[in-house]
């Protein structure tokens, strides 16, 4: 079935270092992809989406790219602050049915 | 703005118990979610409803959980009976939706704590 696969439990940064994330998928079909950030009890917001035509998307200084030949994308931001401490969830959809989640990314900045 | 709103925040159960909890969705969203969220799992689909209309049902909770939509701004979720293993966070989600491939915007409530002992 349709999946996504987040490795990386936890990253740790320091205030202006460089942030990347990778998530990796599985589908029989074309996906449209997505990063869902989740900030600190609160339920998760959408952060980015990314569609197979134009390969990435920008939003609050975060950059997600699609890599269709790895069936991969990544989330990248080039200096984090202190305010980006979050659990970040890469997803994908596929046709009508619902979101599919990644197990979700912690990445704590400190000042 | 009305968000999503989940009552209660917190809900402590006994094993065996029956628990039911309770999601209002954005007014005019078509589409509702149920997922479950655990560190190890992450976000997991529960049930997706569209128009009052179950859509999915997350396979591996079938046998004890079920969530109805009672009317388009009104949902619960039964767990009946509560186990240990149901400690997580529940989050319910909704989206506007209205054509078939547009379920990409949810907007989530702050999620229900079940503390199963």
């Known amino acids: 079935g349709d999946s996504v696969t987040q490795k990386q439990g936890q990253v740790t940064l320091s205030e202006d270092d460089f942030l990347f994330i990778n998530c990796t998928y599985s589908?029989?079909?074309?996906?449209?992809l997505f990063w869902y950030v989740q900030y600190p009890g609160q339920g998760p917001q959408l952060l980015l989406k990314?569609?197979?035509?134009?390969n990435k998307g920008i939003s609050r200084g975060f950059e997600a790219t699609y890599d269709k030949g790895t069936t991969s994308f990544h989330l990248q931001k080039a200096s984090v602050q202190e305010s980006d401490s979050a659990v970040y969830f890469c997803a994908l959809v596929v046709g009508g049915r619902a979101l599919i989640f990644g197990t979700g990314t912690t990445v704590s900045v400190s000042p | 703005d009305a968000g999503v709103t989940q009552t209660p925040r917190h809900e402590v159960a006994e094993k065996g118990q029956t628990i039911i909890l309770k999601c209002e969705p954005v007014s005019g969203h078509n589409d509702l979610f149920w997922y479950r969220q655990t560190k190890i799992q992450g976000l997991e689909l529960l049930s997706y409803f569209r128009s009052k209309s179950l859509m999915e049902d997350g396979g591996a909770f079938k046998d004890r959980f079920k969530a109805e939509m009672l009317n388009s701004s009104f949902s619960t979720l039964k767990i009946q009976p509560t186990e240990p293993k149901d400690s997580a966070v529940y989050l319910c989600?909704?989206?506007?939706?209205?054509?078939?491939?547009?379920?990409?915007?949810?907007?989530f409530g702050h999620g229900t704590k079940l503390s199963v002992l």
């Open positions: 589908t029989t079909t074309y996906p449209t």
């Open positions: 989600a909704s989206s506007l939706s209205g054509t078939a491939i547009s379920n990409e915007r949810l907007f």
């Open positions: 990314v569609t197979t035509a134009n």
